[in-house]
């Protein structure tokens, strides 16, 4: 799936989320354009009209373009008639007779990525109920743009050198000297961590493609491990604990122990520390 299109559908189910948790009838939103300083309106919800679709909004004007330039959610009770807002875009936002409206920023990494707006089509206050829903809606949007940044810099990274350091990596104690490569497994973990949270499925078989390029290209034959012993024991080989791995999973520390010890019994490993060499050597984990 292409960038733009994984992107559409993160934004899409976003609006969906925002709309069911903050009661607004109209949600629209988009992400900002390469290269430009604006946010391209590329997904409507609830809309009666087409007069928001591709509208460009640049940085600065109306109430998206102020919400991108102070990176925080913005709110107006009458848009028309607001004061604290520029009045570039009164044409379409009086053609889709929407009033009350609220705009929201996702964020990554300090850079604004897109903005999220929910609306209502009568002047009326936005209280703080709907403000923190239409903020978790734009949470979400920043977490996949996080996984899709990490998938495509390990895709990118990804050759000959990764299955070399997998070689390297296959140590008696599982340490290679190297600290690159240890970011690189934590790096796997967290990932293979962050993907059942995704909800889009060509995202997420694209992120566990991705992680498999950082273990070795052709695992042994007749070993294998359920899913969740896999992501259990790739947090074990970055070093956390029982207890960090079932946080860092969502997992209770029983459940934990549960999953470890059927990998250990898989790789006929006797502790920790054999279960996680078995598997480097089994090309499951870099």
Not at 41 to 53: N, V
Not at 60 to 80: E, F, H, I, Q, S
Not at 168 to 196: I, S
Not at 234 to 246: E, I, Q
């Amino acid at each position: 799936m292409a960038a733009e299109a994984v992107a559409a559908v993160e934004i899409r189910g976003a609006l969906a989320r925002l709309r069911r948790g903050t009661g607004l009838p109209v949600a629209f939103g988009g992400l900002v354009e390469s290269g430009r300083p604006q946010i391209r309106i590329s997904e409507l919800s609830g809309t009666t009209t087409a007069a928001l679709s591709s509208l460009a909004v640049t940085a600065g004007n109306g109430l998206g373009g102020k919400a991108v330039t102070l990176g925080r959610p913005c709110a107006v009770m009458d848009y028309p008639s607001s004061r604290h807002i520029s009045h570039e875009y009164d044409v379409p936002v009086a053609a889709e007779g929407i009033r009350s409206v609220l705009a929201v920023p996702v964020v990554v990494r300090r850079r604004v990525r897109g903005v999220l707006y929910g609306a209502l089509r009568s002047a009326q206050p936005l209280g703080d109920r709907t403000l923190d829903a239409a903020v978790a809606a734009a949470r979400d949007v920043e977490q996949a743009l996080v996984v899709r940044d990490e998938a495509r810099t390990l895709l990118a990274s990804a050759g000959p050198e990764v299955a070399a350091g997998a070689k390297r990596a296959d140590g008696a104690d599982g340490a290679d000297g190297t600290g690159g490569w240890e970011q690189v497994r934590e790096a796997h973990a967290a990932l293979r961590a962050l993907a059942p949270r995704i909800a889009d499925p060509a995202l997420r078989a694209d992120l566990l493609a991705a992680c498999g390029l950082l273990t070795a290209p052709h695992p042994a034959a007749g070993t294998s491990l359920a899913p969740r012993e896999l992501d259990v024991l790739s947090w074990v080989a970055a070093g956390a604990t029982n207890a960090a791995v079932g946080e860092r999973l969502g997992l209770r520390p029983e459940t934990v122990k549960g999953y470890l010890r059927s990998a250990m019994r898989k790789l006929g490993a006797h502790t920790r520390g054999e279960a996680v060499t078995a598997a480097r050597r089994a090309g499951l984990l870099p």
